[in-house]
Structure formats: structure tokens, C-alpha cells
């Protein structure tokens, strides 16, 4: 899955969502569902700022590295998760549901490290009009033997069974 289709899903799934980007941790867009180009930037670089900003109001306390933010207004609220190499942020309208958002945004994460994981198998054209599919049949326990055709009994005009 592509970072495109990673953020098309998240939009599908979460109805709460009404615009979101996925971007490297230096900012730099990936791919954004925002109609203009220069918005999905500006929040792609507002969001690294921000959870770099958080992260350092917290100081070197010992606790763990701050992995998502969300900043609340009156007309909406912005998201934030990031991982090892990605930050998804996403815009919400007022009173979302903050675990599922939360939820949907590390999903979609995810997905896109899956995708990323997964090695490319590379095979010559050769090599795949040369490997062909097979079967293997194993039987197991003492049910090696056909079964036996059925047949269905209807009922006749008089009322009687009739087998077909």
C-alpha cells in the first residue's frame, strides 16, 4: 500500500477525520488529502513543529519520546502520531472522538510500515514462465475413500417419493 491509498483508507474508515497528511519526520509532504498543495505542507511542518515543541516542554525526564499530540479548539482539533519514520496529522471538526482518532491515525501507520517491509520478490520473466503452480493432496485420518453419489427423493404427483 502506498502512502496515497494509506491516507485514502484512513479518511474512509474515519468519518471524523476531514483532511489529513502523511509526511517524513523533517516535514517534507508524502502524500496529502488537501485539495490545495501548500495546505497539506503547512500542516505537515506545523505538526513536526509541534510534537518537536511538546517534546521539548517536556524535557529529558526520563520518560519515553513523545509519539502523539492532539491540539484542541472550539471549531476543531489537530492530530498528531509519528513513528520511526513517518507523522500523520489529521484536522477534526469540534468534540471528536480522540481514542478512535488516535486509533485510525497509528492504523494507518502501520499499514504504510507493513508495506514498506515487505521485500520486493525480484524474478526474471524466464523464472516465471518456468515455475508452474502445484498441488499436493495429503490425506488424513481414515477418509480416503470416495463418497458415494446422493440423491434427492420429490414427491410425485400422487403424493408418493420419487427418487431422481
Known amino acids: 500500500m502506498d502512502a496515497a ?3 485514502a483508507d484512513l479518511t474512509e474508515i474515519s468519518a471524523q477525520i476531514e483532511a489529513a497528511v502523511l509526511a517524513g519526520t523533517d516535514g517534507s509532504v508524502v502524500a496529502s488529502t488537501f485539495q490545495q498543495e501548500g495546505r497539506g505542507e503547512e500542516l505537515a511542518r506545523a505538526a513536526v513543529e509541534l510534537v518537536a515543541a511538546a517534546g521539548e516542554a517536556r524535557g529529558n525526564s526520563g520518560a519515553p519520546e513523545l509519539v502523539q499530540i492532539q491540539a484542541a479548539t472550539p471549531r476543531g482539533s489537530l492530530f498528531v502520531v509519528r513513528d520511526g519514520g513517518h507523522v500523520v496529522a489529521a484536522v477534526t471538526g469540534s468534540k471528536p472522538t480522540v481514542g478512535l482518532v488516535f486509533y485510525d491515525l497509528k492504523t494507518c501507520l502501520r499499514m504504510l510500515e507493513r508495506e514498506t517491509e515487505k521485500p520486493k520478490p525480484q524474478k526474471s520473466a524466464e523464472a516465471d514462465k518456468a515455475e508452474k503452480p502445484t498441488t ?6 481414515k477418509a480416503s475413500t470416495a463418497r458415494k453419489p446422493t440423491t434427492t427423493k420429490k414427491k410425485d404427483e400422487n403424493g408418493g417419493d420419487e427418487s431422481s
Open 5 to 7: 491509498q494509506a491516507l
Open 136 to 141: 499436493t493432496t495429503e490425506k488424513v485420518g
